[in-house]
């Protein structure tokens, strides 16, 4: 039996902590604070659960990275819509009660699924990729985010995410809906195996899957998540 708490003990208790000064902070592992001093920060559209000071929202611009990009956008219906957050203040943002993970890059990269992106410094170099050799069989899941540079990433997960080593004598298959990221260094490839039973619903629902090789990580959780379905 929950024990019931006084107001006083609930306000203690969900107050938000101000542990010290760095510039992104995790409330909890489902909340992320970004201390943002006239600067900017790119969060996933929807992402912004409360803020305070002086903070400004504006959709990404068509042309805001390039026209190369926009058209790209376009055409592959990739996922991680952003907006930009300017200006001075606290910034909390949050998406779906999933778990966040916030990585550090110092020069390195890692590939993200639009579905998955939280939020990442303007300092971050981006681009859209597309995964080789996936036909007509999963449309939507051919193109995910790069990300290069020096800066912080906000990735989130449905539950605790799980990181697999990848080398050239040991590859990694992962099912495409539980794929989280990879580093940028390697690129997958998609393995199919497709049947008559597969088309007639009656296949073991595992007939796609990702194909790392090389050298570096994939990351993966504990759930399926529909990212690479056509979006409508």
Do not use: C
Not at 50 to 74: D, L, V
Not at 132 to 154: E, P, S
């Amino acid at each position: 039996m929950t024990t019931p708490k006084t107001l006083n003990e609930f306000l203690a208790e969900t107050a938000d902590q101000q542990v010290n000064d760095a510039p992104w902070e995790l409330e909890n592992e489902r909340i992320l604070e970004v201390k943002l001093s006239q600067q900017k920060v790119w969060i996933k559209a929807g992402a912004m659960i409360a803020y305070r000071g002086g903070i400004k929202f504006s959709r990404e611009g068509a042309f805001e990275h390039g026209a190369a990009r926009f058209f790209k956008e376009m055409f592959t219906a990739e996922g991680a819509k952003l907006t930009k957050a300017t200006g001075s203040g606290r910034l909390f943002l949050a998406e779906g009660g999933k778990r966040i993970t916030l990585l550090k890059l110092e020069g390195d990269g890692v590939t993200v699924n639009g579905n998955d992106l939280l939020a990442f410094q303007d300092s971050i170099n981006w681009d859209i990729r597309m995964v080789r050799k996936l036909g007509g069989m999963v449309a939507g899941g051919l193109f995910n985010l790069q990300l290069k540079g020096h800066g912080l990433v906000a990735l989130t997960t449905h539950g605790r995410p799980l990181t697999l080593r990848v080398t050239r004598n040991q590859p990694v298959f992962t099912d495409p809906n539980a794929t989280v990221a990879w580093s940028s260094n390697i690129e997958p490839e998609f393995k199919t195996d497709i049947s008559l039973r597969t088309f007639l619903g009656r296949g073991s629902g595992e007939s796609v899957q990702m194909a790392f090789s090389g050298e570096g990580f994939v990351v993966v959780q504990p759930y399926e998540e529909r990212s690479f379905q056509r979006r409508r």
